[in-house]
């Protein structure tokens, strides 16, 4: 049995055909599906989702690239103020596990200008609202990185030096080089890993995943993105996520039960699932 640790059922991809989706994920083995939000809406559809399905579980969270469709104080109103629609009170709804995804992305995506030193400082800002919503309702964080783990780390740092501040999460869709792992690992965080693993121009990936002990090691697909070998390129869907256990089988030469079973263990644990 499986748990996909980061799902985007609630993204419109899954519009038409969730309820098959789920399905024919039941019927892979998945067991379990955590779905983050992106933003405000995507993580009350998240919450939604959750509620309508057993399997199903939310996360909800601000993702960085959402940062600059707001200033500062609207920030503060949506992310902290004790308001209904504030995403404090999304995260104090049944059946959320988590605080995600949240993070930072300092990467140029086409048609978008590059991240600017103010949008850095910003996407910051949103994320350390975030964090401390996570240690305020004790639950675990889903964090998204890209281009970003120096600041990332150091931010990270910061809060675990402290035991009043320290935080549980995962460092999804891991994209560091081997440094970055380590220091993952040393502050205590886990490591999650999809179907990007599995392309052929991805050994640098690869060898980040034989690195990462399996005791620290989560599976998710980020399906609609990511879709593993021999599907890339098209829509990606929780079913999948076998594939990725058993190609880390392979890659590490550990039997797909041992896979299965700490992997599920981990994810059981961290989301209290
Ligand atoms: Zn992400
Ligand atoms: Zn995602």
Known sequence: MYTDTHCHLNFKAFNKDL????DRAKKSGVEKIIIPGAKLDSSRSAVE???QYEMCFAAVGIHPHHTTESDTSLLYINVVKPDENSLLNLANKPKVVAIGEIGLDYYTYKNYPPITINGKKRQKEL???QLKIALACQKPVILHCREAHDDMLELLTDFQ???ETR???VFHCFGGDKNH???VLDLGFLVGFDGNITYEDNQKLQEMVIQTPLERLLLETDAPYLAPVPYRR???EPSYLSLIAVFISNLTG???KKITGKTQKNAESLFSI
Do not use: D, M, T, Y
């Open 127 to 129: 994320l350390i609202l």
């Open 181 to 183: 792992l380590k220091k």
């Open 161 to 163: 030096e402290k035991p």
């Open 234 to 236: 098209q829509r990606n």
């Open 254 to 256: 550990n039997s797909l």
């Open 167 to 169: 935080l549980r999460g």
């Open 49 to 51: 989702i959750a509620s």
């Open 19 to 22: 309820k098959e989706v789920i």
